[in-house]
C-alpha cells in the first residue's frame, strides 16, 4: 500500500470532500511514518466488507479518522477488525447500532444504542463480545469528537464514565439473571428479596473516568445464610441498557412478591449467591478477548482490600465502618455512587457510609490524612514521579487531594459539598466562598489540562498509564493540537503544562505545609524537654504517666499517629508553663482523654496558637479548665468559637430546635453549645479581664440558653396538650414570658452565677385539648426548669434560684398577670427590691411589658417616704448579712467580699434603694441615673466583684470569702489584689455605705 493517498479516490471511490480533507490532516501532521498505511489498511478492510465509503463524504469524519489514527492508533486497529461499525447504516450484523461510529459528528453529545435489547437471552460469550464491540465503538466515536475539539475533556470523562456505567449495569444484570434462573433469586431471613448493588469507587465514581482507566467497583448485598429459592419458571427480565435501574429491580421484586420464587431451596445461601454474581460481573467486563476487553475492575477498596470478601454485607460494612475505617477509606469513599442492581439498597449504603465521610465538625485529621497517603506515594514512587502527570508534584493526585482534604474538613457542616465530581466539588467550594473564584476556575482549568494529558497519553495504546513520553515524537503525538507547525509550538505547549503543575504544587503545599512529612521524633527529644522544663521531684511521676499514656495508644487504632503528635507536642515550652496553677498535670490529663482521637491531635499539631491558648485556660483557668480537659472535643470547634461573636448565640441555638430528634439529644447538643460557647467567653476573660465584657456575654448567652429551651418547652406542651386560647401555632411562644432577675436581669452575670428566673401567662382559658392555662403553663415552666437543670455527661445548663420570686420558694411557679395584679398592692419592700433588676429575657414580650408597667404603677401607690425605703431596704441588708456571717471560727480572719455592709452586697442593697426611691414618686421602671456618692464607690464595688469572681475560679466550695491563705498560694490573687489593701477597702466601703444610707434616710424631697 502506497503510503501517498492520491490513488485511495479511485481504488476505494473516496468522496473528493473526504478525500481533500484527508490531505490537509495528514499534511497538517507533516505526513507522519506509516499513518497513510495504517488508514489504507483500514479502507482496504472496509472495502472487502462491502461498506462503501459514503460516511467519509463528510470533511469532519475524515480528520476525526487520521486524527484517531494518529493520537489514538489502537483505536484504528479495533475500527479495521469491525469495519462495519463505519457504516452509516447498520451492517449485516446490525454491530453498528444504526449509525456509524464517525457519522454525524456535529450531533449532540451521547452515546451510541447498545445493540441487545434482551441481554439476558444471550450465551455468556456473545455477550462479552457485543459489550466489547459497543465499548470500542463508543469510544471511537468519543475520541473522534475530543479530537476535533467538539467536546471538552470534561464532558468526554462524563461520557467514558457512561460507557462503562452501561457495563456494568448490563453486566450485573446479566449475572443475576442467569443465576436467578439455575440457583434461584436470593432472601433475607424475614423473606424479602436480598438486594445487591454495585459501587463505583475513584474516577468512575466521580463520573470523570479516564480514557484507559481501570474501574474501582465495591459490590455489596443484604444477603445472609437464607438459601435462595427456586423460580417456579424462568421468567422473561428485559435488560435493555437504557431502563431505568428502579424499574428493572422492581420487576424482580414483583416477581418475589408474587410467588416465583415460592420453589425449593437452592444450591447456594443468599451471600453465596452474591459472591458468586460479583465474581461473574468482574469477568464479564474484565476478561480479555479478541475483541479486547470491558474494562480491567479492580475491587482491592472493599474492606479488608484483597482478604476480604468479595461482595460484604450492608451489615458487615455497618460495623466495619464504625470500628474500622480508616482515613484513607474516608477520601475513597468521597466518590462512591452507585452504578447498577437495587437503587435503594445503593441509597442505604450512601446513607450508611455518611457520617463516616463526612464529620459535624471541622475535621483537620482528613488534612492529615491524605498528606500521609501522598507522602507515602512520594515516598514509594519518587525516583520515577518526575514525568507522571497524576503522581508526581503538582499532578491530578495533588490536584483531587486539594479538593477531596476541603470536602471531608468543612463536608460535615455544608451538606452541598458531599459531591463525587472534582468539578463539582470546585464548583460548590467557589460557591460556599471555601475557595475564592479566580482560584477555583485556575484550579478547574490547570486539572482539565492535566487530564486531557492523561488521556492523549492512555489512547495512543490503550495503556494505563500517566508518564509523560520522553521520546521527541511521542511528546508531539499526545501534545498536538492538529493545526499546522505545532512542532515549533510545542515548547510552549510544554510550559503551560509546566506552569499548570506549578500552580498545584504550590496550592497544595500552603493546604498540607507540615504534615505528613515529618518522622516520628526520638524519645531522647521529648524526654529531654521534661527533664530540662520540669522540677526534679515531678520528673518521675511525668515519666511514668507518659510511658503508659504511649504504651496504651501504641495498642490502638490510629496509635502511631497519635504517638508521634504526642511525642512533638511534649517537646512545646508552653506546656511547662506555671501562672496560678501549672499547667503541665492538666495537659497530661488532657492527652489521656484524648486517647488515640487522632483528628484532635491533629488539629493541635496543625495550629500551633492553640497550644498557647489551651496553656493559659490550664494555667489561669481554675476550675473552668476542667470542662475542656474532660471534654477535649471542644477543641473541634476552635476556630468557628474564635470567629463567632456574642450575636450569633442565639442562631447557633435556635438551630437546635429544628436537629434535635429527641429531648435527650435537644438536652445534650444545648449543654454541648453552651459549653463550647462558655469557652469562648472564659478566653476573653483571660486575656482582657480588665474589660469586664465577658459578663454581658454571658448573660447574652444565658438569654439565648433560656429562650430556646422555652422554645422546646412550649412546642412539647403544644404538641401534647393543644394550642392555648388566643395562640396561632407552635412556631411562635404566645401568652407566656420568661424575665430575668438578680444578675442575670441586670446582665452582670459571673461564671458560677445561677439564674434568678420569673413565670408568668397572661389569662386563664383552655387549651384545644381541653387543659386549663393554669395546668398548661404551670407544666411549661416545669419543663422549662427541668431542661436548664437536667444533668448529663456536660453536667446541666443552669442552677435556678428561686428565693427572688415574688411569690416565695414555694409559691405558685408560674403565675397569671391578673395573680401578679392582686399580690403588687400586698408586696413587701423587698419584693421591689427584687424587681429594680428585672428584664424580659423571652417568649411573649408585650405581657412582660405590661407586668413591669404593673410593678412601677404599683410601687408608685405605695406612698412610702424616703427614710422609711431607706431604712427597710438597710434593715433586709442588715438580716442578710447577719444571716451569711462568716463561721465563728473564722471570724476576724476572712474577708467577706458579698455578705457584708462593705461587700457586693451592701452596694447593691444602696443601690436599690436609690431606684426605689427615685421611682417612688414619678417615671417608668427603669434604673435612675447613679447618685454621685454610688458613682464614686462603684470601682470599689466591681474590684470587688472582681476579686470574688476570680476566687470562685481557684477555690473548692467558695463562699465568697477571701482567707489570707488564698493570697498567698494564688499567683493570679496575689499579683492583682492584698489582703490587707481589701480589708481595707471594705471597711471604708463599709462605712460610706452606712453614711449612704443615713443620707437616704433624713433626706426631703
Known amino acids: 500500500m502506497t503510503a501517498h493517498p492520491e490513488p485511495w479516490t479511485a481504488r476505494f471511490r473516496l468522496p473528493p470532500s473526504g478525500q481533500q480533507a484527508l490531505d490537509g490532516q495528514l499534511a497538517a501532521l507533516e505526513q507522519p511514518p506509516g499513518l497513510a498505511d495504517a488508514i489504507g489498511h483500514l479502507l482496504e478492510r472496509a472495502q472487502e466488507a462491502g461498506v462503501a465509503p459514503a460516511w467519509l463524504a463528510e470533511p469532519a469524519a475524515a480528520r476525526a479518522l487520521v486524527r484517531i489514527g494518529y493520537a489514538a492508533p489502537f483505536l484504528l486497529r479495533r475500527l479495521a477488525a469491525r469495519p462495519h461499525a463505519l457504516a452509516a447504516q447498520a451492517g449485516a450484523e446490525g454491530e453498528s447500532g444504526g449509525g456509524g461510529v464517525l457519522a454525524g459528528l456535529g ?104 480514557y484507559a482507566s481501570d474501574i474501582d467497583l465495591i459490590f455489596i448485598h443484604e444477603g445472609d445464610d437464607t438459601p435462595c429459592r427456586r423460580l417456579a419458571a424462568a421468567p422473561a427480565v428485559p435488560g435493555a441498557l437504557g431502563e431505568d435501574d ?93 452504578v447498577g442492581g437495587s437503587p435503594a439498597l ?49 499532578g491530578i493526585r495533588e490536584n483531587e487531594f486539594f479538593v477531596q482534604a476541603l470536602q471531608l474538613l468543612y463536608g460535615g457542616r455544608k451538606p452541598e459539598l458531599q459531591v463525587s465530581s472534582h468539578g463539582a466539588a470546585v464548583e460548590r467550594l467557589v460557591a460556599a466562598g471555601i475557595v475564592a473564584a479566580q482560584d477555583g476556575a485556575t484550579q478547574l482549568a490547570d486539572y482539565w489540562l492535566l487530564r486531557e494529558v492523561e488521556n492523549r497519553v492512555q489512547m495512543v495504546g490503550e495503556v494505563q498509564t500517566q508518564d509523560l513520553p520522553e521520546d521527541p515524537a511521542e511528546r508531539l503525538r499526545v501534545l498536538h493540537d492538529f493545526a499546522p507547525g505545532f512542532r515549533e509550538r510545542l515548547p510552549q505547549a ?31 527529644q521529648w524526654q ?82 492553640i497550644v498557647g491558648w489551651i496553656s493559659t485556660i490550664f494555667r489561669e483557668g481554675g476550675i473552668h479548665a476542667q470542662r475542656l480537659i474532660r471534654h477535649p472535643e471542644f477543641l473541634e470547634s476552635y476556630f468557628s468559637l474564635a470567629s463567632a461573636g456574642p450575636e450569633s448565640f442565639g442562631e447557633r441555638f435556635a438551630a437546635l430546635l429544628e436537629t434535635a430528634r429527641d429531648d435527650e439529644e435537644f438536652i445534650l447538643e444545648v449543654q454541648v453549645a453552651r459549653s463550647q460557647a462558655l469557652i469562648q467567653i472564659l478566653t476573653e476573660y483571660l486575656n482582657h479581664p480588665e474589660r469586664r465584657r465577658h459578663r454581658a456575654l454571658l448573660a447574652e448567652l444565658a438569654d439565648a440558653t433560656v429562650d430556646v429551651c422555652t422554645r422546646y418547652a412550649w412546642r412539647t406542651m403544644v404538641r401534647r396538650f393543644g394550642l392555648p386560647a388566643g395562640a396561632r401555632d407552635e412556631a411562635a411562644v404566645h401568652g407566656f414570658a420568661v424575665l430575668g432577675l438578680g444578675k442575670l436581669g441586670s446582665r452582670e452575670l459571673h461564671f458560677a452565677s445561677d439564674l434568678d428566673l420569673v413565670f408568668l401567662y397572661r389569662e386563664d382559658g383552655s387549651t384545644a385539648g381541653g387543659r386549663s392555662h393554669n395546668e398548661f403553663y404551670t407544666k411549661l415552666a416545669q419543663r422549662l426548669g427541668t431542661l436548664l437543670t437536667a444533668p448529663s455527661q456536660f453536667g446541666f445548663l443552669y442552677e435556678l434560684d428561686q428565693r427572688l420570686r415574688p411569690f416565695g420558694n414555694k409559691g405558685v411557679l408560674a403565675p397569671s398577670l391578673g395573680a401578679y395584679r392582686e399580690f403588687l398592692p400586698l408586696a413587701d419592700v423587698w419584693s421591689f427590691q427584687a424587681f429594680t433588676r428585672i428584664r424580659p429575657l423571652c417568649g411573649d414580650a408585650a405581657l412582660a411589658g405590661a407586668l413591669i408597667g404593673d410593678i412601677g404603677r404599683a410601687w408608685r401607690t405605695r406612698s412610702l417616704g424616703r427614710g422609711q425605703i431607706a431604712g427597710a431596704v438597710r434593715e433586709m441588708l442588715g438580716r442578710l448579712v447577719e444571716a451569711q456571717a462568716p463561721r465563728p471560727r473564722d471570724r476576724g480572719r476572712v474577708i467577706p467580699l458579698k455578705f457584708a455592709i462593705g461587700g457586693m452586697i451592701g452596694f447593691e442593697f444602696l443601690r436599690q434603694a436609690h431606684f426605689l426611691i427615685e421611682r417612688s414618686a414619678e417615671g417608668d421602671w427603669t434604673p435612675p441615673p447613679d447618685h454621685d456618692t454610688i458613682r464614686q464607690l462603684e470601682p470599689a464595688y466591681a474590684a470587688l466583684g472582681d476579686l470574688d469572681e476570680r476566687l470562685a475560679f481557684y477555690v473548692g466550695g467558695y463562699r465568697h470569702e477571701a482567707a489570707p491563705e488564698h493570697f498567698e498560694r494564688l499567683a493570679a490573687i496575689r499579683n492583682r489584689w492584698s489582703y490587707t489593701a481589701v480589708r481595707e477597702a471594705t471597711e471604708r466601703l463599709a462605712g460610706e455605705i452606712e453614711r449612704c444610707f443615713a443620707a437616704f434616710a433624713n433626706s426631703t424631697r
Open 107 to 210: 450531533a449532540a453529545a451521547g452515546l451510541l444504542p447498545f445493540p441487545p435489547d434482551a441481554a439476558p437471552e444471550l450465551d455468556e460469550g456473545e455477550l462479552m463480545r457485543r459489550m466489547r464491540g459497543w465499548k470500542y465503538d463508543n469510544f471511537a466515536r468519543l475520541t473522534a469528537l475530543a479530537l476535533l475539539g467538539r467536546h471538552d475533556t470534561r464532558l468526554t470523562c462524563a461520557l467514558l464514565s457512561q460507557v462503562a456505567d452501561g457495563l456494568i449495569r448490563l453486566a450485573w444484570r446479566h449475572a443475576f439473571a442467569g443465576l436467578a434462573a439455575g440457583y434461584g433469586l436470593p432472601r433475607t431471613a424475614a423473606g424479602a428479596l436480598a438486594g445487591g448493588t454495585v459501587i463505583a469507587m475513584g474516577k468512575l465514581g466521580a463520573g470523570e473516568l479516564n
Open 246 to 338: 428502579t424499574v428493572w429491580w422492581a420487576r424482580w421484586e414483583q416477581l418475589h412478591a408474587g410467588g416465583a420464587s415460592a420453589g425449593e431451596p437452592g444450591t447456594y445461601s443468599s451471600a453465596e449467591f452474591h459472591q458468586r454474581l460479583a465474581r461473574q460481573v468482574v469477568r464479564l467486563l474484565g476478561a480479555e478477548t479478541g475483541e479486547g476487553i470491558g474494562f480491567r475492575v479492580d475491587v482491592d477498596l472493599r474492606p479488608q482490600g484483597r482478604s476480604g470478601l468479595l461482595a460484604p454485607s450492608l451489615a458487615f460494612l455497618r460495623d466495619y465502618y464504625l470500628v474500622h475505617g480508616r482515613e484513607w477509606e474516608r477520601t475513597a469513599m468521597l466518590k462512591a455512587r452507585p
Open 346 to 394: 445503593g441509597e442505604r449504603f450512601r446513607e450508611l457510609i455518611r457520617p463516616f465521610v463526612y464529620r459535624r465538625y471541622l475535621d483537620y485529621s482528613a488534612l492529615e490524612g491524605i498528606a500521609i497517603v501522598k507522602h507515602d506515594i512520594n515516598r514509594t514512587h519518587r525516583a520515577a514521579l518526575a514525568r507522571n502527570l497524576k503522581l508526581g508534584e503538582g
Open 494 to 524: 510544554l510550559a503551560r503544562l509546566e506552569q499548570a503543575r506549578a500552580r498545584t504544587g504550590e496550592r497544595f503545599r500552603q493546604l498540607f505545609a507540615g504534615m505528613g512529612e515529618q518522622e516520628l521524633p526520638e524519645a531522647e
Open 528 to 609: 529531654d524537654a521534661v527533664r530540662r522544663r520540669l522540677p526534679e521531684d515531678r520528673q518521675p511521676e511525668a515519666f511514668a504517666r507518659i510511658d503508659a499514656m504511649l504504651n496504651r495508644l501504641m495498642q490502638s487504632r490510629m496509635g502511631e499517629r497519635c504517638v508521634a503528635k504526642v511525642a512533638r507536642l511534649l517537646t512545646r515550652a508552653e506546656l511547662y508553663g506555671t501562672g496560678t496553677e501549672p499547667a503541665f498535670p492538666r495537659w497530661l490529663d488532657f492527652m489521656e482523654q484524648i486517647g488515640n482521637r487522632n483528628s484532635i491531635f491533629t488539629l493541635i499539631a496543625g495550629n500551633p496558637s
